[in-house]
């Protein structure tokens, strides 16, 4: 079992910026892939930004340029850099782990962009 623990969420006005991080334990080793999907209200979860353990990273279309992935391998944590927000990033944005063809998440932690 992989457990994954976000932190970094909250209100921040049009144009901030906050960094999500990601703290995996439990049974880590062979992770294939780390990264992050939201869900906005009223819509499905989307893919936002992926990390493989080679340290490949994709990010979904919407966010290139302005949301940037990385981790922290000593620490088991995975964090998401996001700049200039919109309100439409707005959503809950949730962490995942992708080991043995098994996806492992975490709690969620919410993001709104207002003025």
């Known amino acids: 079992q992989v457990q994954l623990v976000e932190s970094g969420g909250g209100l921040v006005q049009p144009g901030g910026s906050l960094r999500l991080s990601c703290a995996a334990s439990g049974s880590i080793f062979f992770i294939n892939y780390m990264g992050w999907y939201r869900q906005a209200p009223g819509k499905e979860r989307e893919l936002v930004a992926t990390?493989?353990?080679?340290?490949?990273?994709d990010y979904a279309d919407s966010v290139k340029g302005r949301f940037t992935i990385s981790r922290d391998t000593a620490k088991n944590t995975v964090y998401l850099q996001m700049n200039v927000l919109k309100p439409e990033h707005t959503a809950v944005y949730y962490c995942?782990?992708?080991?043995?063809?098994?996806?492992?998440w975490g709690q969620g932690t919410q993001v709104t962009v207002s003025s």
């Open positions: 990390i493989s353990n080679s340290g490949d990273t």
């Open positions: 995942y782990a992708r080991k043995g063809g098994v996806n492992y």
